[in-house]
């Protein structure tokens, strides 16, 4: 009896174990190692680690995303400030030139009569239009030009540059003309020399507003912004690839797909493997007996 009670109450981790047991006790590891372990189609639903080291900061070992932003490049401030004064000082020397050389003379001939040189007093837009609005068009310049100042800081665009640079210098031209020449101050006229035949006298500075507002509707059509972004047409067609495998319901696609062909509405042959229509033939002759 009380071997039986030493029996009992010895644990199985004193008792020694056979090859048997431990094979068994290995068999029933292994199965629960298989149940725990995650199913292919749990490890393609996981959610990925996050992003650590440089991904995660974006540093340069982080992979290039969509959603990274692009690098515009330099301001183009320089290019703008350089056209500006060019134009300007063309402009401005010209005008030197003509009152000194021209004023009050007979008009030099270029071309014959198709091109002249005449020093002409201006009160008036480009071109000789709105005599009459001398301090209208001084405003207008002095706008034009804080608005071209205000848009240098976000341009980053060389063709932009050169039309803004373009307009700026010749606004401020003609605007130094209204502001410092006769009959005083915000009522000067512009001085103009260039007189093609059958056309309005015009100034450099003139010139250099057309050429700048053109620049500016071709930049426009273009789809290029002074920022450097280009505008492209987002619509695009999508290829046949990725157009949907299923028809849509009463369409001919559906309607062939959904009508049983001859193989599906087949009868299937006789058990016996010898008389399909149970006359007692066999499909190639009279039943022998």
């Known amino acids: 009896m009380k071997e039986a009670e030493r029996t009992i109450d010895?644990?199985?981790?004193?008792?020694?174990?056979?090859?048997?047991?431990?094979?068994a006790g290995d068999a029933e590891r292994s199965a629960e190692a298989a149940v725990t372990a995650p199913s292919p189609d749990d490890a393609g639903n996981a959610e990925p680690d996050a992003p650590t080291g440089a991904e995660a900061t974006g540093g340069p070992g982080a992979g290039s995303t969509d959603a990274a932003p692009t690098a515009r490049g330099r301001r183009r401030i320089g290019v703008l400030a350089a056209v500006a004064?060019?134009?300007?000082?063309?402009?401005?020397v010209?005008?030197?030139?003509?009152?000194?050389?021209?004023?009050g003379r007979e008009p030099v001939q270029i071309v014959g009569e198709w091109l002249q040189f005449e020093a002409v007093r201006n009160?008036?837009?480009?071109?000789?239009m709105g005599q009459a609005l001398t301090v209208v068009f001084t405003c207008i310049a002095t706008v034009v030009v804080i608005v071209i100042l205000r848009l240098a800081r976000k341009l980053y665009s060389a063709p932009w540059a050169v039309?803004?640079?373009?307009?700026?210098g010749g606004a401020l031209g003609n605007l130094a003309d209204r502001i410092f020449r006769a009959p005083g101050v915000f009522q000067g006229a512009v001085v103009d020399f260039i007189s093609p035949k059958h056309f309005a006298v015009f100034n450099l500075a003139d010139s250099a507003i057309v050429c700048g507002g053109i620049l500016i509707v071709l930049l426009s059509f273009r789809g290029l912004d002074p920022d450097g972004?280009?505008?492209?047409?987002?619509?695009?067609?999508q290829p046949a690839a990725d157009a949907p495998d299923t028809a849509p319901a009463g369409s001919p696609s559906a309607a062939t797909a959904d009508t049983p062909t001859t193989a599906d509405t087949a009868e299937?042959?006789?058990?016996?493997?010898?008389?399909?229509?149970?006359t007692g033939r066999d499909g190639t002759g009279p039943r022998t007996t």
Request: no cysteine; proline share 8%; aromatic share 6%.
């Open 94 to 103: 010209t005008k030197i030139w003509t009152v000194e050389w021209l004023e």
């Open 163 to 168: 039309a803004l640079g373009l307009l700026l």
């Open 123 to 128: 009160s008036g837009a480009a071109f000789g």
């Open 10 to 23: 010895t644990p199985d981790e004193a008792r020694g174990q056979g090859p048997g047991e431990r094979a």
């Open 268 to 278: 299937p042959p006789a058990a016996d493997g010898g008389d399909p229509d149970g």
């Open 229 to 237: 972004t280009v505008h492209r047409d987002e619509e695009k067609e």
């Open 85 to 92: 004064v060019t134009a300007f000082v063309l402009d401005l």
